[in-house]
């Protein structure tokens, strides 16, 4: 049996948000690769992207959603199908052999595979003469004979991670997928920004691309704000949710003691999640400014600081009240009156006016109570951006597949401890790697079959379409180029 690995396609509903555009070639890959002996393609996760994608044409429009219940996920199945005939008429042809299977993994974008309505549909859309053929692992998948460990890998990034990713459930009655910090950021906020900036989630560092887009357009995160707001408040009302004080279990064999101690703190927090820790933030600021930086009461230490822990906290709070107060004004008349056509531009400049009022009430109050950390967080990025301006060059070889990245080095390295393992293949960076991170157990990244572009490496620039290929021989990671074929990047003996 041969295998060939694939990660990170993300198609989408929408012509805005879709990067997958790749179906003829993808079509040419598999049938060159699968030619011959019994082939298993293996989906490494963010196959579909659910994080982009609508269930109807118009659900892009209006006040954000999260459709993040099976109902919506298998509409935006549908929709992806009839944008991708294509692709999914490629699968049905591979599996037209027996012998071929197709395994399917979940990644952070695609976590809704978890929904026995969507492998039931995803099984339709290939053909119901082929559902034995095509497989949904709960977590990664195990290719025993040849020692190789496939897994997504949004597991080890902590905003993309999920309580329990074999079953990433929000509620007890699995009718909707848990949502991380990092899905609700692409669903109510990048998808919006890239109607404005199509580049911003192209570019690495993430950092970066927002860099761009502030430069370009500085007006634009004023008069938008309420982008940001959104976010906010769909992450309050996740945070809050009652069901989430029920967790679910850590598995605690993946984890090192200190990754036990941190995701058992994340547990207990997780009812408030972000807002909470913003919260304790805030209290702690103004509890020791209070009792360390002040002496203007006759009042103990401890009395002045919890004085002054409340009332920085009530004058805050009537800023926060008051910008949101702009907010929810703007909402309701943009709501009512934006969508007659005859007043609907009038009402949309009205609207955006409010909530330019609403930015700067909660910059101000910001600026005036937290001026202190955010001058040293300034500091802090200006002395990195000196150093880097000083000491980093963009390195010159385009290609380069051994840099490796620390999370995913160290988790390989405890996976790789298991005496039957020599292989684990990892996705969701984007960035193929292909190194020896012990002696003779490697640590291998699919890719992605999408455009990046990392402003400060010339590497990897043209480095998409990539794909692990396994066969009784070799192990290997290629690039896909179309009519020319592929080009093996790296490639070692299986049988080593």
């Known amino acids: 049996m041969n295998y060939i690995i694939v990660s990170d396609l993300h198609l989408s509903t929408e012509e805005l948000l879709d990067d997958f555009y790749s179906d003829e070639d993808f079509a040419q890959m598999l049938n060159l690769m699968s030619r011959g002996e019994p082939t298993t393609l293996i989906f490494n996760g963010d196959t579909i992207d659910f994080l982009q994608s609508y269930p109807s044409e118009t659900s892009l429009q209006g006040n954000p959603r999260l459709y993040n219940d099976s109902d919506s996920s298998a509409k935006i199945l549908d929709r992806v199908y009839k ?54 692992p709960e977590y990664g998948y195990y290719i025993e004979e040849k020692g190789v460990y496939v897994e997504h890998g949004n597991q080890f990034d902590k905003l993309n991670s999920f309580s329990n990713f074999q ?22 906020l990048w998808n919006k920004l890239e109607k404005s900036f199509p580049f911003i989630d192209k570019i690495r560092p993430m950092t970066a691309s927002i860099s761009l887009a502030i430069a370009q357009r500085p007006l634009f995160w004023v008069f938008r704000f309420d982008y940001f707001l959104d976010m906010f408040f769909h992450m309050a009302k996740r945070d809050f949710n009652p069901s989430n004080l029920i967790r679910k279990s850590i598995d605690e064999k993946r984890l090192s003691k200190p990754e036990l101690i941190s995701a058992s703190l994340t547990n207990l927090l ?7 820790l913003t919260i304790i933030f805030m209290v702690s600021f103004f509890f020791i400014k209070g009792l360390f930086f002040l002496d203007v009461s006759k ?87 000196v150093h880097r301006s000083i000491t980093k060059e963009i390195s010159s070889q385009p290609e380069e597949i051994d840099r490796p990245f620390p999370e995913e080095i160290e988790v390989a390295k405890r996976l790789l ?29 699919s890719g992605t079959w999408i455009y990046n572009l ?39 003996s299986i049988k080593q």
């Not at 009395?303 to 910008?323: G, V, Y």
């Not at 929810?328 to 009512?336: E, L, R």
């Not at 401890?417 to 003779?440: A, N, Q, S």
């Open 454 to 492: 990392d402003l400060y490496s010339l590497q990897n620039r043209n480095l998409m379409q990539t794909f692990v290929f396994i066969d009784d021989q070799n192990i290997s990671l290629n690039v896909f180029y179309g009519l020319k074929g592929y080009k093996t990047l790296k490639s070692v």
């Open 299 to 385: 009042k103990s230490n401890l009395d002045q600081a919890i004085d002054f822990t409340l009332s920085s906290l009530t004058e805050f709070s009537i800023f926060l009240i008051i910008s949101t107060g702009f907010y929810i004004v703007g909402k309701f008349i943009s709501n009512v009156f934006g969508k007659k056509p005859t007043i609907a531009y009038p009402i949309n400049i009205f609207f955006r006016i409010l909530i330019g009022i609403s930015f700067g009430i909660l910059i101000y109050g910001v600026m005036k109570f937290f001026w202190i950390p955010i001058v040293i967080l300034l500091i802090v990025a200006l002395i990195i951006d």
């Open 270 to 276: 997780n009812f408030g999640g972000l807002t909470l």
């Open 167 to 188: 079953s990433p459930f929000h509620d007890i009655k699995k009718k909707h997928i848990e949502l991380p910090f990092g899905s609700i950021l692409v669903k109510i």
């Open 83 to 136: 944008r991708h005939q294509t692709f999914f008429g490629t699968l049905s042809n591979f599996l037209k052999n027996p012998r071929n299977q197709i395994v399917v993994l979940k990644g952070n974008h695609d976590a809704e595979f978890a929904f026995d309505t969507v492998q039931k549909k995803f099984r339709e859309l290939i053909g119901e003469e082929h559902k034995d053929q095509i497989l949904f």
């Open 417 to 445: 401890k298991i005496p039957e393992l020599r292989y684990v293949i990892f996705g969701h960076t984007h960035f193929p790697r292909f190194l020896m991170v012990d002696e003779l157990k490697y640590l291998i990244n």
